[in-house]
């Protein structure tokens, strides 16, 4: 199977430090070209499901802007530009739990749209954490943190109480490998 | 917790019908006022983990313009204007496919980014799937139907092979059922 291949690419809509969108041409294998292949740009994001050294999560419920009521939500954020995803998510939990996790494992990045792109979301386990500080978030949503039980955890999947793809699959893929690997 | 609210919205990107773009002004809770939030649409999808009587999984190696390589991947595709989001799972089954399930499950479904929507994802599990027409996908895209065990379904989750967010969630999620239900 071949790639499509980018003949080029214009900018048609810079918005912010959050949004820019690209117009590409683009050339499929059998020759055919498109002219307006559209290509969305947004911040690289982490997501971090968390553990305590007692074997709580921590999880958030909040408001966000695009969600009717509150979701739970894993700790998350944007990565800064040059900041390495590992580095972005310990920055993410301090920020907002005030949390130190001993044991980091990564669970695969991914992108968000596999035609336009969007951004790429580098999932995170995080285990033996323990509060070290008062969390310090500079975001404008209200997030009440919470420790929970896996069975809490576990029971919010199921009902889609985590409404968002990526908090999902961060909190999906780490209960997954917390059984893997026997630590549950 | 208190909602932001919407005060006023205006296009600011009519692309096409794959992608608008608005910026809304936005009130928060404390009555601060954000005069540019980007707010982007993309039209919402399904993605269906589907498995067969004989207890395969159906499974897509392809490729994509926005994935580098190939990406193994479930059914899946946008939802047309009107169409229920069973509808369209059901639609995009046989399409890909060629197969019709006896028994679905919905997953849930999930918004994209809580911050600026792009679209909604709906999953669903397919079960008792059988072969019934030759698949008849107008998607541009080369792409490989596959029937694989449970066990390479597995293995490919955890080694980041569907690479693309929402299509591991559709398979995480798929693979978390079918254990609950004791039909693994």
Same mark, same amino acid.
């Given at each position: 199977m071949e790639?499509?291949k980018?003949?080029?690419?214009?900018t048609?809509l810079?918005?912010?430090?959050?949004l820019?969108?690209?117009?590409?041409?683009?050339?499929?294998?059998d #020759?055919?070209?498109?002219?307006?292949?559209?290509?969305?740009?947004?911040?690289? &994001?982490?997501?971090?499901?968390?553990?305590?050294?007692? #074997?709580?999560?921590?999880c &958030?419920?909040?408001v966000?802007?695009g969600?009717?009521?509150?979701s739970?939500?894993?700790? #998350?954020g944007y990565i800064?530009p =040059?900041? @390495?995803p590992?580095?972005?998510?310990?920055?993410?939990?301090m @920020?907002?739990?005030?949390f130190?996790a /001993?044991?980091w494992?990564?669970?695969?990045?991914?992108? *968000?749209d596999?035609?336009?792109?969007?951004?790429r #979301?580098h999932? &995170?386990?995080a @285990?033996g954490a323990?509060?070290?500080?008062?969390p310090?978030?500079?975001?404008l949503?209200e997030?009440?943190? *919470?420790?929970?039980?896996?069975? @809490?955890?576990e029971?919010?999947?199921?009902?889609?109480? &985590?409404?968002?793809?990526?908090?999902s699959? /961060?909190?999906?893929?780490?209960?997954?490998?917390l059984e893997?690997? =026997?630590?549950?």
């Amino acid at each position: 199977m071949e790639q499509w291949k980018t003949v080029s690419r214009r900018t048609i809509l810079a918005h912010d430090k959050f949004l820019t969108v690209e117009a590409h041409q683009v050339q499929l294998p059998d #020759g055919q070209l498109i002219d307006d292949w559209s290509w969305v740009k947004t911040p690289d &994001f982490v997501n971090v499901v968390a553990v305590t050294e007692g #074997g709580q999560f921590l999880c &958030f419920r909040q408001v966000k802007y695009g969600i009717e009521g509150t979701s739970l939500a894993p700790v #998350g954020g944007y990565i800064e530009p =040059g900041e @390495e995803p590992l580095a972005a998510a310990k920055r993410e939990l301090m @920020e907002e739990t005030g949390f130190l996790a /001993a044991r980091w494992t990564s669970l695969g990045d991914y992108l *968000m749209d596999p035609n336009r792109g969007y951004a790429r #979301g580098h999932m &995170f386990l995080a @285990e033996g954490a323990r509060e070290v500080a008062a969390p310090d978030a500079d975001d404008l949503e209200e997030q009440l943190l *919470m420790r929970v039980s896996r069975q @809490e955890m576990e029971a919010g999947l199921n009902a889609g109480e &985590f409404k968002v793809v990526p908090w999902s699959l /961060a909190v999906a893929l780490a209960l997954r490998r917390l059984e893997q690997n =026997g630590r549950v």
